[in-house]
T-cell receptor, first 114, second 115 residues
Framework: AQKITQTQPGMFVQEKEAVTLDCTYD???????LFWYKQPSSGEMIFLIYQGSYDEQNATEGRYSLNFQKARKSANLVISASQLGDSAMYFCATLTLTGNQFYFGTGTSLTVIP | DAGVIQSPRHEVTEMGQEVTLRCKLISGHNSLFWYRQTMMRGLELLIY????????DSGMPEDRFSAKMPNASFSTLKIQPSEPRDSAVYFC?????????????FGSGTRLTVV
């Protein structure tokens, strides 16, 4: 089984500043995908960004970028120019290509301060 | 969550009652997953289906929980009898390939409260 570790249960960031949410994973698979999801207080799970294990470049989606360090098994999410609407829980997840099951971290609660 | 519709959004029921959570897929999919989310345990996979067949139900907590997927567009999760510790948010999700990679699309969840 996979193990996903998010060491920051809660984070605060000033509006318009950048913030990095940490994620490390433990897998013996060679091919896998890394995902970040956002869960606002309304409860829905919103897909943010994806990184494939063979992708050489870090993934970017608007203000979101993924700092992928394969050797360290790290996939940190960077949010630039934080907005109040970014306040939410953020989950890191992996999906192996040998299976079709996601493994989720415990999440990081981000609060953006005006 | 345009592809996955869960109902009801909120459910409050008394202990001992039967509860049925529903998941409708706008277009049929081969793989469907039921998750439970609580503060204490985070996101837990309860069961997943592939081609309408339950593949792994090891996450189903007890015999009180059962799930069905009669066709590629619909699934139910039933709890009978319900208990207060079943209170949680229940999500269904589908695995689909988009933009060259597989990913999850979640429904909006059902918040269940058992009193």
């Amino acid at each position: 089984a996979q193990k996903i570790t998010q060491t920051q249960p809660g984070m605060f960031v000033q509006e318009k500043e950048a913030v990095t949410l940490d994620c490390t994973y433990d897998t013996s698979d060679q091919s896998y995908g890394l995902f970040w999801y956002k869960q606002p207080s309304s409860g829905e799970m919103i897909f943010l960004i994806y990184q494939g294990s063979y992708d050489e470049q870090n993934a970017t989606e608007g203000r979101y970028s993924l700092n992928f360090q394969k050797a360290r098994k790290s996939a940190n999410l960077v949010i630039s120019a934080s907005q109040l609407g970014d306040s939410a829980m953020y989950f890191c997840a992996t999906l192996t290509l040998t299976g079709n099951q996601f493994y989720f971290g415990t999440g990081t609660s981000l609060t953006v301060i005006p | 969550d345009a592809g996955v519709i869960q109902s009801p959004r909120h459910e409050v029921t008394e202990m001992g009652q039967e509860v049925t959570l529903r998941c409708k897929l706008i277009s049929g999919h081969n793989s469907l997953f039921w998750y439970r989310q609580t503060m204490m345990r985070g996101l837990e996979l309860l069961i997943y289906f592939n081609n309408n067949v339950p593949i792994d139900d090891s996450g189903m907590p007890e015999d009180r929980f059962s799930a069905k997927m009669p066709n590629a567009s619909f699934s139910t999760l039933k709890i009978q009898p319900s208990e207060p510790r079943d209170s949680a948010v229940y999500f269904c999700a589908i695995l689909s390939r988009d933009r060259g990679y597989y990913g999850y699309t979640f429904g909006s969840g059902t918040r269940l409260t058992v009193v």
